[in-house]
C-alpha cells in the first residue's frame, strides 16, 4: 500500500469510520458465528460452507486492512479557495463539443453524489491540477488525447 497521504472529505473520514468500526466490531462478530456453524456441519475438508466463510472472512479483513491504512494516512480537509483545480475541487469542463460536465477531482474514496470523478493519479485529474478557469488541458487517456476547457473552479462543499 502506498505511504502517500489520501486527501478525504469530512464526510467520507466519517463514513471510512464508521465502516472500519462495524467491521472490526459486529462483522467480525458475525463473521465468527458464520465461521461456527459451518464447522457445526462436519469434515472441514469438504465442507463448502465452511470455505465460503473462510473466504469471505479474508476479503473482510483486507478491506479492514484498507480501511486501517487509508484513515491512518488521511488528510482530512477542504480545498483551498484559489481558483485554481486542486485535490478537493469541483470542476466544470466543456469538451471539444461542447458539452459541460462537473467533476470532483479527488481519490475514488471521496464519492460525491452528482459529480464525475478525476482521480489526481488518473490522466484527466493529473492534468487538471493547478490549472485555472479559462485554461485548456490535454490529456492522453488510453481512447486517445483530448482536451478539455476549465469553465470554472470552486471547492467542493460536502
Given at each position: 500500500m502506498s505511504t502517500s497521504p489520501t486527501w478525504l472529505t469530512e464526510s467520507t473520514h466519517r463514513?471510512?469510520?464508521?465502516?472500519?468500526?462495524?467491521?472490526?466490531?459486529?462483522?467480525?462478530?458475525?463473521?465468527?458465528?458464520?465461521?461456527?456453524?459451518?464447522?457445526?456441519?462436519?469434515?472441514?475438508?469438504?465442507?463448502?460452507?465452511?470455505?465460503?466463510?473462510?473466504?469471505?472472512?479474508?476479503?473482510m479483513e483486507a478491506r479492514i486492512r484498507k480501511l486501517r491504512h487509508l484513515l491512518d494516512t488521511a488528510v482530512v480537509g477542504k480545498a483551498e479557495n484559489d481558483g485554481t483545480v486542486q485535490v478537493?475541487?469541483?470542476?466544470?469542463?466543456?469538451?471539444?463539443?461542447?458539452?459541460?460536465?462537473?467533476?470532483?477531482?479527488?481519490v475514488p474514496e471521496n464519492k460525491a453524489p452528482?459529480?464525475?470523478?478525476?482521480?489526481?493519479?488518473?490522466?484527466l485529474g493529473a492534468a487538471l491540477l493547478g490549472a485555472s478557469a479559462g485554461d485548456e488541458v490535454s490529456y492522453q487517456a488510453p481512447?486517445?488525447?483530448?482536451t478539455v476547457e476549465v469553465v470554472s473552479v470552486r471547492p467542493y462543499e460536502g
Open positions: 463514513k471510512l469510520q464508521e465502516e472500519y468500526e462495524s467491521l472490526t466490531t459486529e462483522g467480525r462478530h458475525r463473521m465468527s458465528d458464520r465461521l461456527a456453524e459451518a464447522r457445526s456441519h462436519g469434515d472441514l475438508r469438504e465442507n463448502a460452507d465452511y470455505d465460503a466463510a473462510k473466504s469471505e472472512q479474508g476479503l478537493g475541487s469541483v470542476v466544470t469542463l466543456r469538451d471539444e463539443d461542447g458539452d459541460e460536465d462537473e467533476y470532483f477531482v479527488a452528482g459529480f464525475l470523478l478525476a482521480s489526481p493519479k488518473g490522466p481512447g486517445g488525447k483530448f
